[in-house]
């Protein structure tokens, strides 16, 4: 909550003469033509807040592009969280489209899902001030009902027909998909509708009867189950132009289409030859006042708009002037509307011209560049002038940094929090007040660069203006991993897979199959094993059943032979070097766990503060790191872990931190990096963050000269230098610290041999953490604990996933488009070639092709020294396209490279080409990969299904999982040695863990629990019906649900689960429940198998099971009719008329007795 001292403070601009004239004047005249100027971009931002407050009317801000739009909509965000108190309509963003018609593709999805609501809420009367740029301002829309159409509420107790919800879902952008985890998807099963609509956090579930709406609920992604009942629900659009058969016919009419009616990449700018379009945005609006930001540049950027459509008219049937207005036509529709010009310099037209357009006098603030004293002097010096200060901090981190150094000066200052807000005590403390009302307020906001206004007085200084931070991109909220549960989860698993079954091995998934079994039915999965022998195995013994995960792609394994000893030889062959391996890991374990080492402390509010300062939201993942590594460095013990994580996954953070807390102890820390690239880029990472703290960074690298290798070499030794970033240079003899306390080291197997005996000596002296950008299955860090520290970070950054994966011919045109996109927000492009003989002539190609650009170009074969100066000139941005083989950096981070153009990627594997489009897509900006295949080229068959599998990876289907799997397994060689990951090949990825996990309990000593795979045969009804799941894939993943349930609370679970989503389970379901409970008792029990036959269920025990035989006995004795046999059978009498539920009770009854 903001502190009343704050409000009053912005809002006292709104008294300047020049803007309470502008007010006045468009109070007066609401179709008046002003403009006001003097104003800095902060400036600006904040009058347009105090406008809408003194005008209230709906304001629509028009800039030169996209990227103008975010920085002045961020502005706009803060200055309006400050000044509005009421539960209004905030402020949004209409983005521009991402392409133009020639380029044949649909805008990227997010774009359209921004769009549709922008222009709904524009139409709807729902803003306050909307922000657009001038390519989007001149797309021509629909009038407002139409946009106030595609909106709907649903409310419980109202009726809604089905179909043709459904239908209005499809035609504004929703797909059906199950289960719903994304949002813009829905599915139904029977009564059950789930969607998840646009701009909601959660999905909701909807239940109806016939078309009553009898509830609405809100659900988690991950569980899949209901958490909240709501009253009703919105559901807002995610496609402006929605999916409309008689429009889609109507331009097959015009238009060659090899699908009349179906939507096709594109469609959306032919829709002006079905139907055509005459309204502007701001027709949309009631009551609108159009603001022009830099009135020159918005007509200059429409001007080079138009230039483009121009050029590429040729190639599209529908003319530009269909889809766009010119600035002329649009400038001109504003004479019956207000307008405001707002302009940094003033500008004179014309005599007199001063008196009608107003200047308010602004200017930016001064930066500071880290230098606090001077900060400081600037504060007292503008408070002795009459001012009043404000110092914005990013985060609740850095404010508390500020309050620190503002007492440590003891300069007065008071937090910009209202006093009621009881939610941050400890800040509430830090307000330092001598004497009456301090003149310095430290407010927390996202305002990076200040500004001062002379007139009232008042001075405003921005996070960077101080700390001299780069331009970061806040992600908001926690997000969920978008990877997580491939192992034992068979829903995506089709015939043909290669499965692996516990007992006989390897073989070939062909189907499931229902076949009839006495009076009841029962479903099977069929799988093929070698010399074409067939196994049906029952749904209800999915627990047997593992999908194969191999050592990598395409690498297809043998089947094994049914009842053949080879699958039993490959188990134990890899159980034994399995041994050795986990033997030695132990070793050295317990070696660490006996060593002695420096305890560090507690965290300090320091460490709290440089926490808070992080300017993203931390995952579940990197919480729980963080917390294992403290926990680590304050124990007696060296620590050695291992931090694992994708690239951009926020492992870099984690090890900040843990630095942090060895310099709050006193200590020095040092990072090594494989390359020379890797270190800069660590270097300028972990100078930015600690900008705000007292700490002394330096890099020891290549890109030292000598001298300045000797003054960081001296101040090591000294204690003078706090952290050092360093290639294998810190590993050599000459460097000597003054206390080393923390050792990081980025992706320790890229160093050589001897590198790593220099890295395995430090080892016994410091805290180590090393850092992998390979990530591992999440399975394989479980069944290490206790062999290895190891800390996995899974979970990606918001959107990382979001990434617009285009498969086209190649085309220079396409190519053009594609780079003067990127280059008109501001981005960079990878063009990825991979032939060195001919990748300078393709540069060169590129080059002529967009003459604007910068071309850059790197390969394998170059000269270390100098692909380093490549790799550095496209960070730096020195270049626009960076022409490159697959050779390029994978740890590279490089917020503004947000397309990739990869050639020939037919010739690549999906693992290689998820890595590749990985380099992309790493802010919160829109990513593109455009995979391009030769036109002119007859495809092979294996490059067709390559290019079928490349869709589906482009809609984040199981061939994208698949490669994601495919790189963890990678990761898992990477950790485990070659050997090992030839291991996981030979008998999946799932049996290997499993076999690890009996390795590691029984070196530890440990009992290992006897392997029985109980058969339970008693001619009951136990199956999920395909009329309650249709869905193969899912009704598989139900079975396996239930068959990995051990106990009553976790059958419990699963079924709230299923009747959440599918309704009341039928009783096959719910005894199948409970048979998969008993099933797992029994297993525990050493019960292999219980057969019902002539009135009795036959129980029969392994040979080594272990029962207590005195409970055997009293069973037998109390139970009347029971017998035990000479062939160690248990036989228990049962009505041959008995219920399925009184069969499973009876037997739950008799094994709780066992058990007891």
């Known amino acids: 909550m903001t502190h009343p001292a704050i409000r009053d403070l912005l809002e006292s601009l709104s008294r300047d003469p020049a803007f309470q004239d502008v007010v006045s004047r468009l109070t007066r005249n609401r179709t008046a033509r002003l403009s006001l100027s003097g104003l800095t971009t902060t400036a600006k931002a904040l009058y347009l807040v105090l406008l809408w407050q003194l005008t209230e009317r709906n304001i629509i801000v028009v800039v030169d592009g996209n990227k103008e739009a975010e920085t002045l909509g961020e502005l706009v965000d803060t200055f309006f969280d400050l000044l509005v108190t009421s539960d209004i309509p905030r402020p949004q963003n209409i983005p521009a489209l991402d392409v133009l018609p020639s380029q044949r593709m649909s805008p990227h999805s997010e774009i359209s899902e921004q769009r549709a609501v922008g222009l709904w809420r524009l139409a709807s009367r729902k803003t306050t001030i909307t922000i657009t740029p001038v390519a989007s301002a001149l797309l021509r829309t629909e009038p407002a009902d139409f946009y106030r159409q595609l909106a709907l509420t649903l409310r419980v107790g109202e009726e809604v027909p089905l179909e043709d919800l459904l239908a209005h879902l499809e035609s504004i952008g929703y797909e059906k998909r199950d289960p719903v985890e994304m949002v813009g998807e829905y599915s139904l099963r029977g009564g059950i509708l789930d969607i998840f609509p646009a701009e909601a956090s959660k999905p909701i579930r909807i239940e109806l009867f016939g078309d009553l709406i009898e509830s609405i609920r809100r659900f988690d992604v991950e569980t899949q189950r209901s958490v909240m009942k709501i009253a009703e629900a919105t559901l807002l659009p995610l496609a402006e132009y929605p999916k409309s058969r008689e429009v889609l016919q109507a331009i097959a009419e015009e238009v060659d289409v090899a699908s009349p009616g179906d939507p096709f990449p594109g469609w959306e700018f032919l829709v002006p030859l079905a139907r055509p379009r005459s309204q502007s945005l701001f027709a949309l609006a009631e009551n609108p006042l159009v603001v022009l930001d830099e009135p020159e540049q918005i007509a200059s950027a429409a001007g080079r708009l138009w230039k483009r459509l121009e050029e590429t008219d040729r190639v599209f049937p529908c003319p530009p002037d269909k889809n766009f207005y010119t600035w002329g036509e649009l400038h001109g529709s504003l004479e019956s509307e207000g307008e405001l010009a707002l302009r940094e310099l003033e500008l004179i037209t014309s005599a007199g011209a001063e008196a009608s357009n107003p200047a308010l006098a602004s200017r930016p603030s001064l930066a500071f560049h880290g230098n606090v004293q001077a900060a400081i002097a600037e504060a007292r010096n503008l408070v002795e002038q009459g001012y009043r200060v404000i110092f914005f901090a990013r985060s609740t981190g850095e404010l508390e940094r500020l309050a620190d150094i503002f007492q440590e000066y003891a300069v007065p200052f008071q937090l910009g929090l209202d006093p009621a807000d009881a939610t941050r005590p400890y800040l509430a403390e830090r307000s330092y007040v001598a004497g009456a009302v301090a003149s310095t307020l430290l407010v927390k906001g996202l305002v990076r660069r200040g500004v001062v206004f002379p007139e009232p007085r008042i001075a405003l200084f921005g996070s960077e203006d101080l700390f001299d931070t780069s331009d970061l991109i806040a992600k908001p909220g926690p997000t969920k991993s978008q990877l997580a549960a491939f192992t034992a989860d068979l829903a995506d698993l089709k015939p043909g897979d290669y499965v692996v079954h516990v007992t006989h091995g390897i073989g070939r998934f062909l189907g499931t199959r229902e076949i009839a079994q006495g009076e009841n039915k029962g479903d099977f999965m069929l799988i093929e094993y070698a010399a074409d022998a067939k196994l049906y195995v029952p749904l209800t013994r999915l627990d047997l059943i593992q999908k194969y995960r191999g050592a990598g792609e395409g690498a297809a394994p043998t089947l094994d032979r049914l009842g053949g000893t080879t699958w039993s030889r490959t188990k134990s062959r890899v159980k034994a070097r399995m041994r050795d391996m986990a033997d030695e890991l132990l070793k050295l374990y317990a070696q660490r766990h006996m060593a002695e080492g420096f305890a560090f402390s507690h965290d300090s509010n320091w460490q709290r503060e440089f926490e808070d300062a992080f300017d993203f939201t931390e995952t579940k993942d990197q919480l729980s790191a963080i917390q294992q590594i403290k926990k680590d460095m304050e124990s007696g013990h060296p620590m050695d872990r291992l931090l694992c994580g994708d690239v951009g996954y926020g492992k870099t953070e984690v090890a900040m931190r843990a630095a942090f807390k060895a310099l709050g102890d006193g200590k020095q820390v040092a990072v090594l990096a494989p390359t020379t690239v890797l270190t800069f880029q660590h270097f300028e990472t972990f100078k930015r963050r600690f900008a705000p703290f007292p700490v002394h960074v330096e890099m020891l690298s290549r890109f030292r000269d000598k001298k300045e290798i000797a003054d960081v070499l001296t101040g090591l030794a000294e204690g003078k230098v ?398 009347e009719g029971a017998q035990f046999t000479p062939a160690g059978v248990l036989r228990l009498p049962v009505d041959g008329a008995s219920s399925p539920t009184k069969v499973l009770q009876l037997l739950e009854t008799h094994f709780a007795q066992l058990q007891a």
């Open 722 to 1119: 706090d952290i050092v970033i360093g290639t294998h240079r810190l590993l050599s003899k000459d460097v000597q610290f003054h206390d080393l306390g923390l050792l990081v080291v980025d992706e320790e197997q890229r160093f050589g041999v001897r590198h790593k005996e220099r890295i395995k000596q430090l080892k016994h002296n410091v805290d180590v953490l090393t850092m992998s950008a390979t990530p591992i299955p999440r399975t394989l860090h479980m069944s290490l604990l206790g062999l290895r520290d190891m800390s996995v970070i899974e979970t990606p950054p918001k959107d990382r996933l979001a990434i617009q994966t285009v498969v086209a011919h190649f085309d220079p045109a396409l190519i053009r488009t594609a780079i003067e996109q990127e280059m008109s927000r501001g981005g960079q492009v990878y063009f990825i070639h991979n032939r060195v003989d001919s990748i300078f002539s393709r540069a060169a190609e590129i080059q002529e092709l967009v003459p604007t650009c910068r071309v850059g170009v790197g390969h394998g074969q170059m000269g270390e020294a100098e692909l380093e100066k490549a790799l550095l000139g496209f960070m730096r941005h020195q270049f626009d396209v960076f022409v490159c083989t697959t050779i390029a950096e994978n740890g590279l981070d490089i917020p503004l490279a947000n397309t990739m153009v990869i050639e020939h990627a037919e010739r690549y594997g999906l693992s290689e080409l998820y890595q590749l489009r990985g380099r992309v897509g790493r802010s919160n900006r829109r990513a593109y990969a455009y995979l391009l295949v030769p036109a002119d080229t007859e495809l092979s068959e294996i490059a067709r299904k390559r290019l079928a599998a490349l869709k589906e990876f482009s809609d984040l289907g199981a061939g994208f999982k698949i490669a994601a799997l495919d790189l963890e397994l990678r990761g898992a060689g990477n950790i485990l040695g070659g050997e090992q990951h030839g291991h996981i090949g030979a008998v999946g990825f799932d049996m290997y863990i499993r076999l690890l996990e009996e390795t590691v309990h029984e070196l530890k000593g440990e009992a290992v629990p006897l392997e029985v795979h109980s058969t339970l045969n008693l001619g009951l009804d136990i199956r999920i019906p395909s009329e309650y799941i249709a869905d193969e894939h899912q009704r598989l993943r139900a079975y396996k649900r239930i068959a990995d349930a051990a106990s009553n609370e976790e059958a419990a679970e699963v079924l709230a689960a299923l009747e959440d989503r599918y309704g009341p389970a039928p009783d096959a379901v719910r005894s199948l429940l409970k048979f998969s409970v008993l099933k797992s008792a029994a297993q525990k029990l050493g019960i292999e198998a219980i057969d019902r036959r002539q009135g009795a269920l036959n129980v029969k025990f392994h040979k080594d099971a272990r029962i207590d035989p005195n409970r055997l006995m009293n069973l037998v004795t109390n139970t």
